[in-house]
């Protein structure tokens, strides 16, 4: 066993423990940044000029924006909102809290950047809010999407996509487990 960052590392097979759960290598770095750089291209071609505003879900889409933003070549602004995370429970329990906002949204065409859309609650709560303040458009990126967790009224779908993903749970790359893990530079899937 190794250790990296607090956490214990099985060297054989490069599995994570996270507060008693272990989790294996599910999508490398370099995967993700082929994606991010997909997504990139892709918004640069359609808001080009647009001035888009980027609103990023706190705390675990910070990572996912970062890189996701220096792929985007066209002029835009920035805001974060928060919402709640899952903590320890690993499903989503109810409504999920989003803090007020203290940005003007107006008139603008706005990416929300969400590190996974799940039940499509936060995504979707999120979204009414931003919508109350008359923008020209609301559009997603989401690096994971799992459909197949969405509650069956919300038929939420991303406008961008990096990864569909199976209902299992996932940490690293700003997704944490319990507050832990979101350091880890590739995304890791609990191990059944
Ligand atoms: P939803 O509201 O159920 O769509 O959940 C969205 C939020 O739950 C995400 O922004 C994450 O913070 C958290 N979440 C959902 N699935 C996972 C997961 O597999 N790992 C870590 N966090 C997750």
Avoid: W
Avoid at 12 to 20: A, P, Y
């Amino acid at each position: 066993m190794e250790r990296a960052g607090g956490r214990q590392l099985n060297s054989e097979s490069q599995r994570v423990e996270i507060n008693g759960k272990l989790f294996r290598p599910f999508i490398s770095r370099d995967r993700i940044a082929t994606e991010i750089a997909r997504l990139g291209d892709e918004i640069t071609r359609d808001y080009n000029q647009k001035n888009p505003l980027f609103v990023v879900v706190l705390k675990g889409s910070l990572i996912f924006a970062a890189d996701l933003l220096r792929a985007v070549r066209t002029p835009c602004t920035l805001e974060c909102m928060r919402a709640q995370s899952y903590g320890a429970a690993m499903t989503s329990q109810r409504t999920p809290e989003v803090e007020a906002m203290e940005f003007d949204c107006s008139g603008r065409d706005i990416i929300i950047l969400e590190d996974i859309v799940d039940t499509g609650r936060t995504i979707s709560a999120i979204t009414r809010r931003l919508q109350a303040c008359s923008p020209n458009s609301v559009r997603a990126a989401a690096l994971l999407d799992k459909p197949g967790a969405r509650d069956p009224h919300n038929a939420y779908r991303p406008d961008y996509v990096g990864f569909e993903v199976e209902n299992d749970f996932v940490v690293g790359y700003g997704l944490d487990f319990d507050e832990q893990g979101r350091q880890l530079a590739d995304i890791y899937i609990l191990e059944t």
